[in-house]
């Protein structure tokens, strides 16, 4: 029944638009030499790429990358899992819960930008007074260690109610019969928690750092508008790479190999997780 | 309705049709940043009105001006898009002195004026601009963008806190002024004024710095210490086949501006753009603002602060080891995209937003003491508004600038972001001076070789 496909056929041609398309020609600008400043644009092969991998810059923005990801993933999966867990058996606290989820629908720029002025070391409240009201000067936006410290948190802010959410679903989807079950088998709270609640959460938790790890490689926004990568490059991460390659230094074929590197990074990472953690029984290799 | 009146509206619906195509006009779009502050004067206080003054423009020309703002970063970004994927969406683009002007016109992407400047001389006539306003839109000897706001080097400091160190005048080196920093430091310590810092300048990372750190290394070496022998073109620099100097000449004047930035400048400095610079300034958190005393102006129009309003004074650039002064000079100009397809109309409408109308305009509605044309700087409303003295200096300050005081290179805005952005891994303690200068050495031999400048 051929002529059933034609149903997708829309579906396909969005797709093949706005995916597809971007997807080949970001391919196709890697291999070639295109730099604004020079006319000239022709194919390269694989030569961005070599220059790409013998930067500095770019190892340095990838071990930042790499430790905003995990710092921040750290910390708001402790928080996110604390909140969900202390509000996974009451169905009170509704405004609570609305305050913790909130930062969430903060588009990233405004949540940055509202950072950025309380963290300010010569007028924002935190920097500016409460940071020195109990005894540490430092300006924490003009330090590199200080810097990288200070997107983690405004990130961990920012998205931590998405690890909350789906924690606390996952949580109130555990049938209670296993934990009375453990209970009667004398299980004590930690016994449980880690006989049942986080085996059962393995799936849920694994989506939700699988979106984390998406989010945090690509993360722009955030990191542009308190800091712009600096002080220096201490908060480059490697989208502000890019986009300093591609913008300010006009080399689109750079940029473009750097966002190969980076697809592949994400779809490595992606296909990694998936296939150790979510496949379903029956199907390991 | 009577047979009359029917005729007659019969009549003029016949008289509107045929004249129809007369009335026709030829549209011109403007990309630009800054609503409200610039064009205030053609587009209101929110960017998006036409005053009489502008529609006036429109009938006598028979062109329709659309202006498209949006916020500095952004502008950029649409521009170096638009002129890249030459769709001619925009007539005009706005583009600066110090890398869009000569990236974009060695490219080919812009349209040169040179042809055109005769055509609309009762709205701009380059023979009334500074001339160094037009040099600094001029490469590879054409002109190729229009000035419009634009500012040379200058010092903007605190003169009550000076008299209460007991500094007389400001100095006149570098070298003394380190000294003045100093014991103005001390005397603000000694005071215990923790919220008040001795300089304010700019670290921030990206392209900023560099307009103010060039003029440090310009003093310091007495030529653009960028390429061996200080040469700013490309043909010079293949012909000599001349090297980067960045951890050699150009060292001198990139470390006087670090260690001043750590030394004197707020805790936060290799964050600040310009406008930090302005906040501290306007909110009396800073005793000096330099070289771009522009922002230091710009602090005036806002401030609360009396002492900042009664007391701020104006000084020129002081200068370095080489006995010339620390530059900082800047035009935010207009360019004809190359794929226009209206350039005439193009041109005359920049030549009406960037000529001696308009910056009248610019000089009632803002009222800096900057202007391209000498008869507004010496015109009533800003002589009404700044002393003779102080509106001489600003004026010295133009014939003492060399708008060359950088590269013209192709290359410039990749090594503008580059500068910046290694200045503000030194002054954060990121990396060393010796690091930061030796990591932007082994860039910019590569970058200069892969743009076949050594072949």
Known sequence: MLWRL???APMVV??????????????????????VTDPDQFYVGAENFTRLLSAKDFWQSLRVTVAYLVLGTAIMLVIGLGLALSFANTKSGTLLRVMIVMPLIIPPVVAGFTWRFLLNGEIGFIGAFLLPAVG????????????????????????????????LAALQGIPRDLYEAARVDGAGPVAQFIRITLPMLRGPLIVALLFRIIDAINTFELIYVMTKGGPGRATQVLSIFGWRTAFQELDFGQAASLGVVMLAITLVGALIMFRRFLRPAGQDA | MTAAPRISL????????????????TEVNILAFAPGFAWADMFGPSGTEKTDKLRAFEEAEGITVNMEFADEETARQKVLLDLVNETGTYDLVMLGSDGAVQTFSYAGYLEPLDDYLGTAKNYFD??????????????????????????????????????????????GTVAELEEVLRTIKAGLEADGMDNVHTLTMRGAPGEEPSLDLSGFVYADAGFPAWFEGGPTTPEEIKAKKAKPIFNSE????????VEWSKEFGPPGIATHTWVDM???????????????????????????????????????SPVGASGKPVQSFWTFSVGVSAQSANKEAAYKTLAFLTGEQAMQ?????????????????????LTAKWPAELLDQVEASYEQANPHYFPYIPELSAFMERIGTAASEAISGEKSVEQALNDLQSWAEERMERAGYYE
């Open chain 2, 126 to 171: 380059a023979d009334q601009v500074y001339p160094q306003f037009l040099e600094a839109n001029t490469v590879d000897g054409k002109l190729w963008a229009l000035p419009y706001y634009s500012f040379g080097a200058g010092v903007i400091y605190r003169k009550d806190l000076f008299d209460k160190y007991g500094i007389d005048e400001f100095p």
């Open chain 1, 14 to 35: 969005a797709l093949a638009t706005v995916v597809l398309f971007p997807t080949v020609f970001l391919f196709w600008m890697s291999t070639q030499h295109w730099l």
């Open chain 2, 278 to 316: 302005m906040n501290l300034y306007g909110q009396g958190q800073a005793v000096v603002l330099m070289p771009s005393a522009i922002n230091g102006f710009a602090a005036l129009g806002g401030t609360q602060d009396e002492n900042v309003r009664d007391h701020t004074a104006f000084a020129p």
């Open chain 1, 136 to 167: 540490f000067e430092a300006n924490l936006l003009a330090d590199p260690k200080g810097a990288l410290f200070s997107v983690v948190i405004a990130d961990v802010w920012s998205r931590t109610p998405f690890m909350f959410l789906i924690l």
């Open chain 2, 10 to 25: 019969a009549l003029a619906a016949i008289i509107a049709t045929a004249s129809g195509p007369a009335l026709a006009q």
């Open chain 2, 361 to 381: 305009g610019f000089a009632e509605s803002i009222g800096w003491p900057y202007s391209t044309f000498p008869s507004i700087t010496r015109g009533e409303v």
């Open chain 2, 250 to 257: 150009f060292r001198g004047g990139f470390e006087r501006f």
């Open chain 1, 6 to 8: 034609w149903f997708i």
